[in-house]
């Protein structure tokens, strides 16, 4: 117990150091952001105006100040208003939330889908043909660029088949497919390989070995305990990966235009819309730590080793 | 016939570096020598893989893309890999503060889209390919030294090395005879199938415009620049993305066979 | 195991039953009830060309009003950019400050107000009140409002103040109505319902049209920034029409299914030359430049012949676009050039040097006009085989750089030099000492005396002799290179009626546009 304490109270500094690394480095990496919305209107402007501005944005004071007066706002929930827009960053943020989450989701059952049982037919068969077939696959899913996979979906589904729409803003079923499809290709092409090395793995362990010894039937085996054994480890790889999942829509969404936070880092990286950015950067590092908090927790539970070797020191 | 195995990928992969890095000798023409007369022409016993817009030869440009991508990707993996392993075997065997410190700022770094970060190193340092390696590989060596860290942790409480420790070998010594010997095998595999990893990521950042800038020949941008003729004339964008595939596809099988090598539990299998 | 075999075809069958209500799904959309709705893919209704609403007063954002059919100005431009009247019936040059314009009468906005003499003053005041470029091109003193005329005083003579009413700022917009969400009441044959910038604008048909009645009951524009998406959507049919597509995706619509809309337009692809750096302000180099473009290889083949080789500032269907001399592509006589100018290749690395300097210059550039890439990546081989190098740097953050002045040497742009059909517009933004797009920091008497003599002329053959005199001027200095300009196009589906390309590039969708 003490240690979940511990644990919790040791992320609120990490993401402090993240609110303060993205800060940083948009200061250093932007341009003034009034000069570029004067330059890019084309209006002539006198350097009062420019000072006015500025100060109006408070780009004038000492970066620490800007800095606390930034994450003062922050957490009162106030991430200020998007460069391009106008808009409340929060709100639009939030707006955008679903759909990726939404997204997330139909992946990942998606891939689960693919994965597991062609990681087990592949394990099982392994060095068969059908572990071949399936090993190519996944090597051809692994090494292929998100967009291009995207691109080659949208020709044979959307305009040789014609079954789907290749625009797909508005979240519904019919939409959500293709985006879940290229996320899902991706993933799968992992993940199958680890379902295989973790199903290999277990099968390699001496209790299969002794109980294909004494005779008993290899699908019992494997029904019985090699898949409900190797579960526990996948669908802790799983979880794992709901984190670069999370952050890797972004290209995806980019391309099949789907609503989301993703596609709204894309835009507003393209366009240095740093308030934007900064929202997007905390809700990765959120995503990410928490997860990252629940694995480290539950791994301590299933592995008292670390337990001990932490008390020790 | 898994020794025969391991040489035939150790030789493929070499193949591939070999071909990176004599990629200036082995093209037929100059990669970066316009013909705009000769655009867009289909693949040919003159042009093996047909010229892209500018007419010029894509054979010879994924030759030397190979040289960026490839060198690129290795140096990379060779990067992260080793950094992330003494510092993962660092915080693993010493533990407390040093530990706490190294796996916070670990979990900054994964924390941290590698987007955003690569985008902030190419508003401070420019674009291009190499500083599309320096974001990456600022941010992508705790993978490492999670692994190695994991590692260490388990191998630390072994009885073999409590009784090493017994008999009177330091800190170093420990490290040195018992856990390095013992983590190479899985830090090397994890870095074998990572170079695809890696490969993408690149190419995904130049997909953004934020890694290689024209005229340099690499393959994920070759690919993201050729998309749009995908449809009108496919060979400059598939004889990149071929190239990546294979690549990706020999470095995997030749990380897979390093470790059927390595680890004995899947001897006992066969 | 034939568990296994079970799940793996539970699997397949749920994918497949995923993509089975796909398709039937698909159906809707163009089954309702009749009403005939027009979907739009356009690349520009996006923050990066300062568009965030369809208020024209503010930014460039008339140009999606004046687009979209939301918002119509007092007068337009014919295919040769010729003035035609619009919500105006006429107007009279009174003396050199003042103007008299008559309007229609029976125009309404899309609120059923009237278009009176009144209204146009309100939205005038409001918009010089609050856009300083349309305040610094109109110059207005006073409006006086008298049913249907306006009687408009100048602060100083303003001989194209009709030609700049017709800039898309200067659509007139019910200020009594606000901007609720950036959502404008206009004059046009569409009526905006709802818009976010970077993704979509909703209109719906004015019923109220003053001007005969619009066809379409609806129309959806989507700003599609991914080039094949665009073109992958209007091959799929999730568009009927598309902007902006990417030339290399030409051929697939070269064909009976697809309609092509093209004119010429005055958006030019140019160099623009930093005399600030040692390099450029020597004349030899600028001069190679200027000889080392292959204007005619580049429009030929990477625009697909889609586009016209430029020489001056203006494309030769204007009266102003003629007679102007220009360097031809001469890759012997830029080495030439160079060589008598004391730039030698001493090392033998291909790259000239000159007092142990080489002969490197940088390109600065940016991606979202996909002419100017192409362009960048081709003249940097063709001025390398004259023994130039040229880095590139192709950025979305270009203007910051093109701001300071160092840091680079050429910068490679686009610009509409004749939007509003007066050939001063170039000059005054891009060469006199006070222009704001003067990047380069070029400067020329000769030049600034021709610039005032323009400002005091009226009449237009005259103004049109200077025109050219002056471009001659920065071409004979080569402070500029017009590399081609943008034969802009439209594709549209088969069936999509009314949709044609205008050489100003800001008429679009109108009344007349239908889809059979």
């Known amino acids: 117990m003490k240690y979940i304490i511990t644990r919790i109270i040791q992320v609120i500094p990490i993401l402090f150091a993240i609110t303060f690394l993205s800060f940083a480095m948009m200061r250093l990496a932007g341009s003034d952001v009034v000069e570029q919305k004067m330059l890019n209107t084309g209006q002539v402007i006198s350097e009062n105006q420019l000072i006015a501005a500025k100060q109006e944005l408070g780009l004038d004071r000492p970066f620490l100040v800007q800095y606390f007066s ?19 960053v929060f709100d639009t943020f939030i707006s955008k939330l679903p759909a990726t989450i939404l997204l997330t989701i139909s992946s990942i059952v998606f891939t689960v889908i693919i994965s597991i049982p062609l990681g087990i037919s592949s394990a099982v068969y392994q060095n068969k043909f059908t572990d071949y077939v399936i090993r190519f696959f996944s090597f051809i899913g692994n ?61 390699s362990k001496d209790y299969v070995i002794g109980a294909k010894a004494r005779g008993v039937k290899f699908s019992t085996i494997l029904w019985n305990s090699v898949i409900r054994q190797s579960l526990v480890t996948i669908i802790t790889l799983l979880a794992l990966s709901i984190g670069s999942l999370l952050g890797g829509t972004a290209i995806v969404e980019s391309i099949f235009m789907w609503d989301g936070v993703g596609k709204m880092a894309v835009d507003a990286i393209s366009m240095r819309d740093y308030p934007i950015i900064q929202a997007y950067v905390m809700w990765m590092a959120i995503i990410y730590v928490m997860v990252n908090l629940v694995t480290d927790l539950s791994y301590r539970f299933l592995d008292p080793r670390i337990r001990l070797g932490d008390a020790q020191s | 016939m898994k020794k025969k195995k391991l040489i035939v990928f150790a030789f493929l992969a070499l193949l591939i570096v070999l071909v990176a ?3 200036k000798w082995l093209c037929p023409y100059d990669p970066y020598e316009q013909d705009l007369s000769a655009s867009y022409q289909a693949p040919s016993f003159i042009h093996v893989m047909g010229t892209d817009a500018y007419g010029r030869d894509m054979f010879s440009r994924v030759i030397i893309g190979g040289q960026v991508s490839i060198l690129a990707t290795l140096l990379l993996v060779g990067i992260i890999s080793i950094s992330g392993t003494c510092i993962g075997i660092i915080s693993g065997f010493f533990g407390g503060t040093v530990d706490m410190i190294v796996m916070r700022i670990s979990d900054l770094c994964l924390a941290f889209p590698g987007l955003v970060f690569a985008l902030a190193v190419a508003a401070i340092l420019g674009g291009g390919v190499w500083n599309a390696v320096v974001a990456l590989a600022l941010i992508s060596w705790p993978k490492y030294s999670r692994v190695a860290r994991g590692l260490t942790l388990s191998i630390k409480d072994s009885t073999y090395v409590a009784a090493a420790r017994l008999a009177g070998d330091n800190s170093f010594q420990l490290i040195g005879r018992h856990i390095l010997p013992n983590i190479i095998g899985p830090i090397l595999v994890t870095a074998m199938l990572d170079i695809g990893t890696m490969m993408m990521e690149l190419a995904g950042l130049s997909f953004l415009g934020l890694g290689a800038q024209p005229p340099v020949a690499e393959w994920g941008s070759m690919m993201s620049n050729g998309r749009s003729m995908l449809q009108t004339y496919p060979w400059v964008v598939l004889s990149p993305g071929i190239a990546i595939f294979i690549s990706v596809v020999i470095f995997n099988l030749f990380g897979d066979t390093v470790r059927d090598a390595i680890d004995p539990k899947s001897n006992r299998t066969k | 195991m034939k568990k296994l075999v079970a799940l793996m075809l539970a699997a397949t069958m749920t994918i497949a039953t995923f993509v089975g209500c796909g398709a039937s799904n698909k159906e809707e959309k163009h089954a309702s009830t009749g009403s005939k709705v027009f979907v739009f893919g356009d690349t520009t209704f996006n923050a990066e060309n300062e568009e965030a609403t369809i208020d024209p007063h503010d930014t460039y954002c008339g140009w999606p009003a004046v687009r979209y059919g939301v918002g119509e100005t007092l007068f337009k431009f014919n295919d040769s950019m010729e003035l035609e009247p619009w919500l105006a019936e006429s107007y009279e040059n009174v003396d050199d400050l003042t103007w008299k314009v008559t309007l229609k009468d029976g125009v309404t906005f899309s609120n059923g107000n009237v278009v009176d003499a009144e209204a146009v003053k309100a939205c005038i005041e409001d918009l010089v009140a609050v856009h300083e470029r349309a305040a610094g091109d109109l110059a207005i003193d006073s409006i006086e409002a008298d049913g249907l005329t306006l009687t408009i005083k100048t602060t100083t003579p303003k001989p194209t103040l009709i030609n700049y009413l017709c800039d898309p700022y200067g659509a007139i917009i019910d200020v009594t109505a606000g901007n609720e969400g950036g959502i404008v009441v206009g004059t046009g044959p569409f009526v905006a319902t709802d818009l976010v910038t970077g993704d979509h ?31 992958m959507a209007l091959q799929n049919g999730d568009i009927d029409a598309a902007y902006g597509m990417a030339y290399a995706s030409y051929p697939i619509f070269e064909n009976d299914d697809y309609t092509f809309t093209s004119t010429s337009t005055s958006r030019v692809f140019y160099l623009q030359m930093n005399y600030n750096s040692d390099i450029i302000a020597d004349d030899a180099v600028r001069a190679a430049i200027a000889m080392g473009i292959d204007k005619e290889s580049f429009v030929d083949t990477l625009l697909n012949g889609y586009g016209y080789v430029g020489a001056g500032a203006y494309p030769d269907s204007f009266p102003f676009g003629k007679g102007v001399n220009v360097q031809t592509y001469d890759p012997e006589g830029a080495k030439k050039v160079l060589e008598d100018a004391g730039w030698k290749d001493s090392d033998g690395d291909g790259i000239r040097e000159k007092d142990g300097k080489k002969l490197s210059i ?9 002419e100017l890439p192409l362009l960048a990546e081709s003249a940097q081989a063709s001025l390398n085989d004259i023994g130039i190098d040229v ?49 380069g920091s070029y400067s020329s008497t000769d030049l600034d005396a021709l610039a005032a003599e323009m400002n005091e002329t009226f009449d237009t053959d005259a103004r049109s002799d200077i025109a050219i005199k002056m471009q001659q001027q920065i071409l004979d200095d080569n402070a500029f290179v017009f590399c081609s300009f943008l034969k802009m196009s439209m594709i549209s589906k088969a069936n999509v009626t009314g949709l044609v390309a205008h050489p100003c590039d800001y008429y679009e969708i109108t009344a007349d546009l239908d889809i059979e």
């Open chain 1, 70 to 88: 930034w994450l003062g706002k922050l957490l009162h929930g106030d991430m200020g208003t998007s460069y391009v827009s106008g808009m409340n």
């Open chain 1, 143 to 203: 090494s292929l660029p998100n967009f291009f996979v995207s691109l080659v979906l949208m020709y044979f589904l959307a305009i040789k088949l014609r079954w789907l729409p290749i625009i797909c803003r508005e979240v519904n079923l019919n939409n959500i497919i293709m985006p879940t499809i290229t996320l899902g290709i991706a993933m799968s092409a992992k993940y199958i390989r680890q379902v295989r090395a973790t199903v290999l793995d277990e099968l």
């Open chain 2, 21 to 23: 890095i004599f990629a």
């Open chain 3, 201 to 231: 604008i909703n209109l719906v048909k004015n019923d109220n049209y003053w001007d005969g009645d619009v066809k379409l009951d609806e129309v959806k524009v989507i700003t599609i920034s991914d080039g094949d998406t665009l073109a």
């Open chain 3, 362 to 370: 940088n390109w600065v550039s940016y991606p979202s006009r996909q």
């Open chain 3, 391 to 439: 880095q590139l740097n192709i950025t979305p953050d270009h203007g910051t750089i093109v701001s300071e002045k160092d840091g680079w040497d050429v910068y490679g742009a686009a610009f509409v030099t004749c939007g509003i059909g007066d050939p001063m517009y170039f000059f005054s933004t891009h060469c006199l000492a006070d222009s704001t797009k003067n990047r």
